[in-house]
């Protein structure tokens, strides 16, 4: 909004010549999203806590501790998130980019799914909530949706191909065929990290350095001269998807401070199923989903341990694992909680710069 008002001013007044930066924007739309998260933070949590008699439904079935630690505390704390990166990206964003407008769509209808199923939670007092099955089929109508939405913001050289990262101009064609990649990656990734939400910082630290990473990739394929210096497939108008990115890192950093152990709010499938299907369709619109499954990785592990899990017990009877997902094998081992937690953190600083590298390396 304050692009669109005031750039046009800038060649009359040199002060809003910043604005013209998508650097100053987006460093300007995290510090506003941090604020208005810090700020909105205790009366958000007074209002979860006013309606959520008990927090969030314990599994029975899940570590022992838990029942003692994390009962009574308030869910949904997405909706902060959700408010601050909302709020961050109108404000500094260029509201003209359809790539931005694409990618808040996923995030905010994944983010109204994740809000129902929170909601069944705890009004109805279980761990259940809107059932798997109907979660796919709006996960799968957004993704599909949006993928051909960003399909069509592409350049047609560009639209249907699936790139590999390390290989230079190489593009798997897809054809028409490749909405339905664009929805497997934004369904695939909400999911994970719903998956790896479960202990107190786990999935809100790796979805900002993922965020992180996909700022600066954003920006590079956003901006020509540097894409062809790289020798990226560019990707015009993405650029602005850094400013999406840093207010979510913003919005991520504000949420952090009230959940970090022990957590006062967890960020509930209302973040967890947004922050997920951002990251997917950011990775669509910028042409890097294959970067993302190695960015991401930590959320990549956590997936495929449930579903060995699942797998192997369902043909032997039989567990590979104590408890699924991966964390809750380690507290199940006796890990204390902020050792996982920062373990976890550190693999995902170390599998975010291993993406990185796939930019250089040509």
Aim: aromatic fraction near 10%; proline fraction near 5%; include cysteine.
């Amino acid at each position: 909004m304050i692009f669109n008002l005031f750039a046009p001013l800038a060649d009359e007044f040199a002060l809003f010549n910043l604005i013209r930066y998508t650097t100053f924007r987006a460093g300007a739309a995290c510090l506003t999203s941090l604020v208005f998260a810090l700020v909105l933070g205790p009366a958000v949590i007074r209002w979860l806590r006013g309606f959520q008699r008990g927090g969030q439904p314990i599994r029975e079935d899940g570590p022992q501790s838990h029942l003692l630690t994390k009962k009574g505390t308030p869910t949904m704390g997405g909706v902060l998130i959700l408010m601050a990166l909302v709020f961050g990206t109108l404000l500094w964003a260029d509201l003209r980019s359809g790539l931005v407008w694409a990618v808040l769509m996923v995030t905010l209808a994944y983010g109204a799914l994740g809000f129902a199923d929170d909601w069944l939670k705890v009004t109805k007092r279980n761990t259940k909530g809107v059932s798997g099955r109907a979660k796919l089929v709006v996960q799968a109508g957004v993704g599909l949706l949006a993928a051909i939405w960003i399909l069509l913001l592409h350049p047609p050289a560009i639209a249907s191909g699936l790139a590999l990262p390390i290989f230079k101009d190489v593009l798997v064609p897809f054809g028409l065929l490749f909405p339905l990649v664009g929805m497997l990656v934004m369904m695939g990734a909400s999911n994970a990290v719903n998956l790896t939400d479960g202990l107190d910082g786990l999935a809100i630290v790796p979805a900002m350095i993922a965020a992180a990473v996909f700022a600066l990739i954003a920006y590079l394929v956003g901006n020509r001269v540097m894409a062809d210096y790289l020798q990226l497939l560019p990707v015009p108008g993405a650029n602005e998807l850094a400013v999406f990115l840093a207010a979510l890192i913003g919005a991520g950093l504000g949420f952090l401070w009230f959940n970090a152990p022990p957590a006062a709010v967890f960020m509930g499938d209302t973040g967890s199923l947004s922050l997920g299907g951002a990251l997917g369709a950011v990775a669509v619109a910028t042409k890097h989903e294959i970067v993302l499954a190695i960015v991401g990785g930590l959320f990549v592990v956590e997936t495929v341990s449930v579903i060995i899990q699942v797998f192997w017990f369902k043909r032997t009877g039989r567990r590979v694992f104590l408890m699924a997902p991966l964390h809750h094998h380690f507290e199940k081992k006796g890990w204390a909680e902020p050792t996982i937690v920062i373990r976890f953190w550190i693999i995902a600083i170390i599998l975010a710069l291993v993406g990185l590298s796939t930019l250089k390396i040509r």
